[in-house]
């Protein structure tokens, strides 16, 4: 199984912040790599997907970048409602496994 | 607009089966992974499994072969079978949709499903 490691675990910002999570793999996946972004008691819901490329809807502060093994989500400019859990997967094989996430808290 | 509707029992007794389905509306069946996922408390997030519309099926080893995924076409549902469940296995559960214009990344989930294990 390929392994996902997110760093941070937790992440305190404000408001207007920029920040960036990384996520590794244990082994290269190429840019089969997703974040997805969930709130409490709610659904995940899918940010970027191939690495880098942003999903339908989703707003231009988010980005993604990487290949191989290392991967960031970078945020720019905070908005309150991007205060959420942050979780990467790799689809590059099954199983298709996901970092433990990154909890990013209001500072 | 693609939908997924899930349902099944959400309080179990150890050693019972969990059965859950999920309802896809409002698009084509073919042609992608339909997944199970799922969420124990304050944890992260653990796939189950995949199935395609053929019955070709990926399950997550560390579930240790207590799982079945199967589909209905004619009806646009799948289904999980997670026997021999444990407290273990509390979680609330999801399904969603991976799609190929995605590189299988998951568009679409269903509103998930609170299963608690508990005798």
């Known amino acids: 199984d390929i392994q996902m490691t997110q760093s941070p675990s937790s992440l305190s910002a404000s408001v207007g912040d920029r920040v960036t999570i990384t996520c590794r793999a244990s082994?290269?996946?190429?840019?089969?790599l997703n974040w997805y972004q969930q709130k409490p008691g709610q659904v995940p819901k899918l940010l970027i997907f191939d690495g880098s490329t942003l999903h339908s809807g989703v707003a231009s502060r988010f980005s993604g970048s990487g290949s191989g093994t290392e991967f960031t989500l970078t945020i720019n400019s905070l908005q309150p409602e991007d205060f959420a859990t942050y979780s990467c997967?790799?689809?590059?094989?099954?199983?298709?496994?996901f970092g433990q996430g990154t909890k990013l808290e209001i500072k | 607009q693609v939908q997924l509707q899930q349902w099944g029992a959400g309080l179990l007794k150890p050693s019972e089966t969990l059965s859950l389905t999920c309802a896809v509306s409002g698009g084509s069946f073919s042609g992608y992974y339909w997944n199970w996922i799922r969420q124990p408390p304050g944890k992260g997030l653990e796939w189950i499994g995949d199935?395609?519309?053929?019955?070709?099926?990926n399950d997550n080893p560390s579930l240790q072969s207590r799982v079945t995924i199967s589909v209905d076409t004619s009806t646009g549902q799948f289904s999980l079978k997670l026997n021999s469940v444990t407290a273990a296995d509390t979680a609330v559960y999801f399904c969603?949709?991976?799609?190929?214009?995605?590189?299988?990344?998951?568009?679409?989930w269903g509103q998930g499903t609170t299963v608690t294990v508990s005798s």
């Open positions: 082994r290269s996946i190429r840019t089969y």
């Open positions: 199935i395609t519309h053929t019955g070709s099926t």
């Open positions: 969603a949709r991976g799609s190929p214009a995605t590189g299988d990344a998951m568009d679409v």
């Open positions: 997967q790799q689809t590059y094989s099954t199983p298709r496994t």
